[in-house]
């Protein structure tokens, strides 16, 4: 990289919009790296902060080089860190570093391109139940879709407590664990809560002005729906579908329940009766957003049958397929920043800085120096 793109340091002027030309930064001599080679150094004349072209790499900071596109292929086909750390030949903490680094970088694209969604179709949402640790800590994943082109919208997430039937040792075992991890009765309701103001966010921007919003009947949607003032109740019409249809393309909500299907399919910690199950839930939501990333902006609309067709979810929300491009196209080299994403909702935050917990994780995930760029 001879020319920086901006000045990283996110309290500068030349961070978010630097002046054109080279008036901004001089260069500052160059380091060699055995990794990289000759790496060019640069100084901010505004700020005076110093950085190198590696800065804006995806490898910054690395100590060894990883193939980014077999990690993301082994991702979205349903491979354990194990199984991924075998075949690049790399210890399983590196796996976990680079699928971080990933995550961020799904993140950034999918906030940068859906924040240029015109609303043109009603929306359909739903959770569907993973367990992370043991299945005494299931949890509800949120998931909100575009209902025509199945765009994958949004991810929360919510812990959950044990429901079902236990044996007299599984209930008193349940008892224990929840002293120690308490998870309270409205996670779903604060969970829904954020997916509606995702919704309401949306709209303030979209054509589509009063939004059909399907969900089962699910008693917690009801009651945040309750909750919002008039003024914004007006702006979504809430229709609820009984859960218990038979799971067909003609049912309203196809596009979760095809999303369900898919995420069980194709990622290892959400499929039924596995040993692969998550040990972290921000690892397990990290690798949920490469694969909405996958789903979104790579894969095929419709991959067999009659209806085959090539353009991807995104293409069919009304994203400009050539946007798309330029946003892939850097994936795996350019390092995007927290502090450039113009609108991001908070759950995404949360999950870029590592703060979904973890039940009975004492301690709080690590989170790297340069992920608070």
């Known amino acids: 990289m001879q020319t920086p793109p901006f000045c990283p340091n996110r309290h500068c002027l030349c961070h978010i919009s630097p002046p054109s030309g080279r008036n901004w930064y ?29 800065t804006f790499s995806l490898d910054f900071y690395v100590k060894r080089k990883v193939d980014y596109h077999t990690l993301f292929n082994h991702l979205i086909t349903s491979s354990g860190i194990r199984d991924m750390a075998r075949v690049l030949k790399v210890s399983r903490g590196t ?24 609303l043109g179709e009603d929306l359909v949402a739903d959770g569907f139940e993973s367990f992370v640790l043991s299945q005494y800590f299931p949890n509800n994943i949120q998931i909100l879709a575009g209902k025509a082109s199945q765009f994958w919208i949004f991810s929360g997430y ?10 007299a040792c599984q209930k008193q075992r349940n008892s224990l664990l929840q002293d120690r991890f308490t ?42 729906m309750k909750s919002l003032p008039e003024e914004q109740r007006r702006r979504i019409r809430h229709v609820r579908i009984s859960s218990r249809l038979p799971r067909t393309v003609g049912n309203e909500l196809f596009s979760v329940n095809y999303l369900d299907r898919e995420i069980r399919k194709d990622t290892a910690e959400h499929t039924r009766e596995t040993v692969q199950f998550a040990r972290s839930a921000g690892n397990s939501m990290e690798r949920l957003a490469i694969y909405r990333l996958h789903h979104n902006y790579r894969k095929a609309y419709r991959e067999n049958g009659a209806e085959f067709r090539t353009e991807s979810h995104a293409s069919m929300a009304g994203i400009d397929p050539q946007v798309i491009r330029v946003q892939l196209k850097s994936l795996f080299t350019r390092r995007r920043f927290l502090s450039r994403i113009s609108q991001i909702p ?18 709080a995930d690590y989170l790297p120096a340069y992920a608070l760029e």
Not at 29 to 51: E, H, K
Not at 101 to 107: F, M, S, V
Not at 195 to 214: A, D, G, P, W
Not at 346 to 363: D, Q
């Open 26 to 54: 001089v260069r500052n001599g160059s380091y060699r790296s055995a990794l990289f080679g000759p790496v060019q150094r640069f100084r901010c004349r505004l700020c005076g902060s110093g950085f190198s072209s590696q």
């Open 158 to 167: 919510a812990h959950l407590r044990r429901k079902g039937r236990m044996t």
């Open 95 to 118: 796996v976990t570093n680079r699928i971080s680094r990933l995550a961020r970088q799904a993140i950034a694209i999918h906030a940068d391109l859906s924040a240029q969604l015109d």
């Open 183 to 224: 998870v309270g009765r409205t996670t779903i309701y604060h969970s829904f809560g954020e997916l509606i103001q995702s919704v309401l966010e949306l709209q303030t921007h979209s054509r589509n002005k009063n939004i059909r919003l399907y969900t089962d009947e699910h008693l917690q949607y009801r009651k945040v």
């Open 346 to 363: 908070l759950n995404e935050v949360r999950l870029w800085m590592r703060k979904v917990a973890t039940p009975l994780k004492e301690k």
